[in-house]
């Protein structure tokens, strides 16, 4: 064999065993793509949170929020095509909640609530018994819908729904003060999951708002 046949093959055999070398690269899986994490933000502005009330502010029990059917302990950002069958909850793949959305609307219920009363939970108000036995006010919340729904491929909108039920609780039992549901719409500024977390925070603080009037017209 001439050295220029041998030369040959040899620089044959090298790129081969390049390519077979970045074929075997191409083949490894990718790492996978974490879910970006979403939430309300950093919570409310107290504005006078430093200015103490003129009086005592009343007391309010906060229940937890129980959700329903697939809202219970799911944390995902879920959507519906209203154009193509509304029926269906589809959730986005690379989209969550730091937590499951029950437990983030609570807390912004509570922040909002707290400007107008003390706010307790359920189980602190149960240890609180008064000298003069006069019942607690405890506030108890059903998750009904908190989705983003798409009227087209380009426009959306936040849906949340809130069933709201108000009872007296003394030591001889409950009494049902007043039962409503809270319903709120905002437009998304984009079709996509950062536009409906947006707008189901506002959706959200839209609820709060209203609830917090109907509390104080139950008063």
């Known amino acids: 064999m001439t050295p220029y046949l041998k030369d040959r093959r040899v620089l044959s ?7 077979l070398l970045l074929g075997g690269c191409s083949a490894l899986p990718e790492r996978p793509v974490r879910p970006a994490q979403y939430d309300f933000g950093p919570g409310l502005a107290q504005a006078d949170a430093a200015t ?6 009343p007391v309010l029990a906060l229940a937890d929020l129980e959700p329903v059917g697939v809202f219970e302990g ?18 986005y793949a690379q989209a969550r909640w730091t937590l499951p959305p029950a437990q983030l609307i609570r ?16 189980g602190e108000s149960a240890a609180l018994k008064r000298a003069d036995n006069q019942p607690v006010r405890v506030l108890r919340l059903e998750l009904e819908e908190f989705t983003q729904v798409f009227d087209s491929p380009s426009q959306s909108q ?5 069933r709201a039920t108000l009872v007296d609780n003394s030591p001889a039992g409950e009494t049902l003060l007043a ?3 809270f319903t709120a719409r905002e437009p998304a500024a984009s079709a996509d999951a950062v536009g409906g977390v947006l707008a189901l925070t506002r959706a959200t603080d839209q609820v709060a708002h209203t609830l ?3 509390l104080e017209r139950a008063r």
């Not at 055999?13 to 390519?19: K, S």
């Open 158 to 162: 936040a849906l949340v729904r809130l």
């Open 13 to 19: 055999a090298t790129w081969a065993a390049a390519l």
């Open 212 to 214: 917090g009037q109907w």
């Open 74 to 91: 799911s944390s995902a950002v879920l959507y519906r095509l209203a154009y193509a069958g509304d029926q269906q909850l589809r959730p």
């Open 52 to 57: 103490p009330p003129a009086k005592p502010l």
């Open 179 to 181: 039962q409503q549901v």
């Open 107 to 122: 807390q912004r219920l509570r922040d909002h609530l707290s400007a107008r009363y003390t706010v307790m939970s359920a």
